[in-house]
């Protein structure tokens, strides 16, 4: 199995989506070739989709914006360390965060909850100093957070999601001054078991609108 090989340039929402597909196709394979080896739960696919989502961002965002994925985040003035899935920065300036969400599965209430206490934690992180260590070379690199620090959670399905979602993610947008909620595919799940890959790539609904509000907030 290889993990890292892509279907497409990933360039587009269309060729990311396919990606995603096949990441979980091949999740569910063994990584050596070995006809006496067999797997029975899939690999993660959550960190192949924060690379796939980071290098989709820098095809379409300004060549000046640097990516980092899954990186431990330290603010000593809001006393907050996390490790957010996507960090954009430019010029040392952080002024957005990427949260992706392969499923929720969340009650309406805890999905709210959840993104209004991303947005009290916002509000601390605005204009503070931020520190994190290169993930490979572990040198110590600084940088700030933007006086318009804004959250993005990115849901990758609204399956299993509960029938409300678009309801709770108009909620977020009205009464959430830092976080923004969106719903990337419908109708199939990038996952699910009863079609092929190449069954799944030709019938999901790809929400092309939330594609389009994402991108125009980073822009």
């Known amino acids: 199995m290889l993990i890292n090989k892509l279907k497409n ?4 929402p269309e060729d990311i989506i396919e990606n995603l597909i096949y990441a979980y196709q091949n999740s569910r394979e063994t990584y050596v ?7 029975g739960r899939s690999h993660s696919v959550s960190g192949i989709f924060e ?12 060549d000046s914006n640097q990516y980092f994925v899954d990186q431990q985040l330290f603010s000593s003035a809001a006393n907050i360390r996390f490790f ?21 599965g969340w009650s309406r209430n805890d999905v709210f909850s959840f993104c209004d206490t991303w947005n009290k934690k916002i509000d601390k992180l605005k204009g503070t100093s931020l520190t994190f260590n290169d993930g490979i ?9 933007s006086d318009n620090l804004k959250y993005h959670v990115v849901v990758s399905t609204k399956l299993n999601n509960g029938s409300n979602f ?22 199939v799940h990038p996952n699910d078991y009863n079609s092929t890959a190449e069954e799944r790539v030709k019938n999901i609904h ?3 609108s939330e594609f389009s509000r994402l991108m125009n907030n980073l822009s």
Do not use: Q, W
């Not at 070379?137 to 957070?145: A, H, L, S, V």
């Open 9 to 12: 340039k990933n360039e587009s």
């Open 206 to 208: 790809i929400c092309m």
């Open 166 to 187: 678009i309801e709770i993610k108009d909620k977020v947008t009205k009464n959430l001054e830092h976080v923004e909620l969106y719903i990337l595919t419908d109708k």
């Open 137 to 145: 070379t572990k040198e110590k690199k600084n940088g700030f957070f």
């Open 84 to 104: 957010p899935d996507i960090l954009i920065m430019n010029d040392k300036i952080n002024r957005d965060i990427i949260d992706l969400k392969l499923d929720f």
């Open 51 to 62: 690379d796939l989502f980071a290098d989709y961002l820098s095809k379409n965002l300004p």
């Open 33 to 39: 070739e070995n006809k006496r080896v067999f797997r």
